[in-house]
């Protein structure tokens, strides 16, 4: 995304992820509101590792989801759980029909 990020995530690996306010809000239930945000330079720790946060935030973007089949087993279930924690609903139906 050439977007100007407005937040960072930071996964409990240390990984940094720029990214918007208004995607957390409008693709998720588990973020504040954007207006609710005060713009701060301090990075948002996540307790998620970065394989889990990259893909929450392919989730809440306005592109092509990742192929979940492609996935380990450990990591889905991982990512399912991470996905029911923020509510990110697109992506937490897709893992109860691969997690079966």
């Known amino acids: 995304c050439n977007l100007p990020t407005d937040i960072v995530l930071r996964s ?22 954007a207006n609710s ?9 996540l307790s998620e590792d970065s394989d889990v946060v990259m893909l929450l935030l392919k989730f809440m973007h306005h592109q092509p989801q990742p192929d979940l089949s492609l996935l380990a087993s450990k990591l889905l279930i991982k990512f399912a759980n991470a996905a ?12 109860k029909v691969m997690i079966g």
């Open 84 to 95: 029911e924690k923020y509510g990110v609903y697109c992506a937490t139906g897709v893992c």
């Open 12 to 33: 409990s690996d240390g990984t940094r992820f720029g990214t918007h306010i208004r995607n957390l809000e409008i693709y998720s239930d588990g973020f504040p509101m």
């Open 37 to 45: 945000v005060v713009n701060s330079h301090e990075d948002v720790e």
